[in-house]
């Protein structure tokens, strides 16, 4: 049997360690970053994250739903209309986003 990345999550003790794992796949932090600033639809985050492709968008973000990062909400509208944003869980995540912003502008992006 094969453990999800929620069970490989919780058998990691070590808190930045387990954070790392959560947060740390290709595109993740950048599917958060751009939900901290609110409710995006599939194809803006895609438009926003250029050379992700969908499958990869999907799986990110069905990971992060069920690590209860984001939420996503359907509306049962016809196209049907999917719309993705952060949790509380997710919104914690906001201080760690903005401190890699901070350490980047002073130690990578001015040089």
Known sequence: MELTQSDQVEKIICPVARTVQLIGGKWTILIIRDLTSGVK???????????????TLSERLRTLEEEGIIVRQTFAEVPPRVEYSLTAKGCDLVSVINSMRDYGEQWLCNK
């Open 41 to 55: 639809r599939f194809h803006q985050l895609e438009r926003s994250l250029q050379g992700i492709s969908p499958k």
